[in-house]
C-alpha cells in the first residue's frame, strides 16, 4: 500500500505540469477562437447588411416590372399606336399625349416633357415615330433624374434622427412606418415610434403591433391627446436611451384642411425644438389618387417641408405618372415606393427601372 501511495504521487508530481500546459493550450485556443468568432460574426452583419442591399436592388427591379402592369397598360395602349403610323404627324402628337394623361402624368408635366421632342421632329432630327418614342423615353428618364433620393440619416449626431410621416388618412401612413422601423432594424439601427395619429383609434394600436414585429420601441399618448407631446415624449426617451432613429406617425384627418395642417405645422415646430434632429419629412401619398396627390403635396409641403414621397399602391394604380407631376412641378423626390402588403414591397424608387417599366 505504501509503495502505491509513492507510485501515485510520482505519477501526479510527473503529469500536473502537463496538465496544467494543456488547460493553458486550451483557454489560449478558446480566447483565440472567440476573437475569430466575433470577428466572424462583425464580418456574417457586415456581409448581412451588403446582401440586404443588394437583394433590395434586386427586388426593386423585378418589382417595378412585373407589378406596373396597370400603369404600363394605360400608357404603353397609345404608344403602341403611335409606333403604327409610318411618319410623324398631328395625330402622333395627340396620341403621345393622350398615352401621358391616361398616366396621370398631368397637363403641365405632359407639355415640358414634349417640348423638346416637338424641336428635335422641327430641325429633322427626329423622323420616324419608333426614333421619337425612344426620344421620349429617355427624356422621361431625364426629367427624373434631378433629385437625390437617398433616405436622410446623419450618422454624426449625439442624438437621435428625427422622421416625420405625414398624409391623409389611407394612404398608408402607419403601415409605411412600420415597414420603415423593420428595414432600419435591419441595417442594425435603433428605432423608437412615435404614435403621433391620436385622432385615428386603432392607428396606436397598429403601430404598436408593427412595433413588436420589428423589435422597435413605442411612445403612445391618449386618445384624442395632442400628437406634439407624443412626439416631443418620444424624442426625449429615445435621446435618454441612445437611440438612432425616431420614426414619428402624425395625424391624418381633423374636423377640417385647415386644422390639419395648423397641427402638422406644430409638430414641425415641437419636433425641431426636441432633443433629435428633424432630418426627414416623408409625404405618403396613395398613388391610386392621382392628381389629388399632386394637390396633397403642395398642402403638406407648405406645412412641413416635405423632403421626400413614399407612393403606395403604386402596384394597383393605373396613376403612375404622378410621379413625373411631383417631381417636376414641386421638385420633391419620390424616395420609396409601396408594391405589395410585405415589408420587402417597400423599396427605394429607381427612376431608370421605373421609366424602363411603362415602356416594356
Known amino acids: 500500500m505504501l509503495a502505491l501511495n509513492i507510485f501515485a504521487q510520482q505519477v501526479a508530481a510527473d503529469t500536473a505540469p502537463k496538465v496544467f500546459l494543456v488547460l493553458a493550450l486550451l483557454v489560449s485556443l478558446f480566447g483565440f477562437g472567440a476573437i475569430v468568432v466575433g470577428r466572424r460574426t462583425r464580418q456574417s452583419a457586415s456581409e448581412l447588411s451588403s446582401e440586404i442591399s443588394s437583394e433590395t436592388v434586386v427586388k426593386s427591379a423585378e418589382s417595378v416590372r412585373d407589378r406596373l402592369s396597370k400603369a404600363r397598360d394605360a400608357f404603353t395602349g397609345a404608344i403602341s399606336i403611335a409606333l403604327t403610323h409610318s411618319s410623324i404627324t398631328q395625330q402622333?402628337?395627340?396620341e403621345l399625349e393622350e398615352a401621358l394623361l391616361r398616366a396621370?402624368?398631368?397637363v403641365a408635366t405632359t407639355a415640358r416633357v414634349l417640348a423638346p421632342l416637338r424641336?428635335?421632329?422641327?430641325?429633322?432630327?427626329?423622323?420616324?415615330?419608333?426614333?421619337?418614342?425612344?426620344?421620349?423615353?429617355?427624356?422621361?428618364?431625364?426629367?427624373?433624374?434631378?433629385?437625390?433620393?437617398?433616405?436622410?440619416?446623419?450618422?454624426?449626431?449625439?442624438?437621435p434622427n428625427i422622421w416625420l410621416v405625414v398624409g391623409v388618412n389611407g394612404a398608408g401612413k402607419t403601415t409605411t412606418i412600420g415597414k420603415l422601423s423593420a428595414q432600419q432594424r435591419a441595417l442594425g439601427r435603433s428605432v423608437l415610434l412615435a404614435a403621433g395619429d391620436t385622432f385615428r383609434a386603432a392607428a396606436g394600436e397598429q403601430l404598436e403591433t408593427w412595433a413588436t414585429r420589428s423589435g422597435a420601441e413605442i411612445v403612445r399618448g391618449a386618445e384624442g391627446g395632442d400628437p406634439s407631446s407624443v412626439i416631443f415624449d418620444g424624442v426625449a426617451r429615445a435621446t435618454s436611451r441612445n437611440i438612432d432613429l425616431v420614426l414619428a406617425d402624425t395625424a391624418g384627418r381633423l374636423q377640417n384642411n385647415t386644422n390639419l395642417m395648423e397641427e402638422l405645422a406644430k409638430v414641425r415646430r415641437v419636433a425641431d425644438k426636441a432633443s433629435g434632429k428633424v432630418t426627414e419629412v416623408l409625404l405618403v401619398i396613395d398613388a391610386t389618387t392621382g392628381q389629388n396627390g399632386l394637390t396633397q403635396a403642395k398642402q403638406f409641403s407648405l406645412a412641413t417641408q416635405v423632403t421626400g414621397v413614399v407612393l403606395t399602391k403604386l402596384d394597383g394604380s393605373a396613376k403612375g405618372g404622378i410621379v413625373f407631376a411631383i417631381e417636376t412641378e414641386l421638385g420633391i423626390p419620390i424616395k420609396l415606393v409601396g408594391l405589395g402588403e410585405t415589408i420587402d414591397d417597400l423599396v427605394a424608387f429607381d427612376a431608370t427601372e421605373f421609366v424602363s417599366a411603362l415602356f416594356n
Not at 137 to 142: A, I, L, N, Y
Not at 151 to 156: E, I, K, Q, T, V
Open 92 to 94: 402622333t402628337w395627340d
Open 104 to 106: 396621370d402624368v398631368g
Open 119 to 159: 424641336e428635335l421632329v422641327k430641325i429633322k432630327q427626329i423622323t420616324e415615330p419608333r426614333d421619337l418614342i425612344s426620344a421620349l423615353r429617355k427624356e422621361m428618364t431625364s426629367q427624373l433624374s434631378q433629385n437625390a433620393r437617398e433616405l436622410n440619416f446623419d450618422a454624426s449626431l449625439d442624438a
